[in-house]
């Protein structure tokens, strides 16, 4: 579903057009600056641009449609459709919690677990690693 929207000029209008034919992506609204005319509009990013003052962008390089706004002398018209691209989702893998590793020179007050009993293969395991909570006093 498309929509219309005239900014009454002169330029500049606020807004950062991306792609085009010679990049093979629709023309579409890649930021929209901050308290300027466009965002005073109903412009929103990632919005495409359909037509530019009655013209369909369909054919139009990047440059022609710079060109063509740029030529806009009081108003510009732009045709423009609603985004359909989906808000991201993360695809990453949740993050897994491991144990804070013990630094040496730190102390445990309240050792809540009976000690691990050392084992003969501990040599396998990085030096940093406590084994066992030591007995300590008040500091």
Partial sequence: M???VTLTGPGPWGFRLQGGKDFNMPLTISRI??????AQSQLSQGDL??????????TMTHLEAQNKIKS?????????????R???ISTAAPPIQSP?????????RGCLEPPIPCRPDSSLLPP???LACEPHGDA
């Fill in 128 to 130: 940093h690693t406590d």
């Fill in 33 to 38: 600056t901050p308290g300027s005319k466009a």
């Fill in 72 to 84: 806009a002398s009081y108003n510009l018209s732009l045709t423009l459709q609603k985004s359909k």
């Fill in 86 to 88: 989906p808000i991201p």
């Fill in 49 to 58: 641009v359909v037509a530019i003052d009655g013209v369909n962008t369909d």
């Fill in 100 to 108: 804070l590793p013990v630094i040496p020179h730190q102390k445990l």
């Fill in 2 to 4: 498309s929509y219309s």
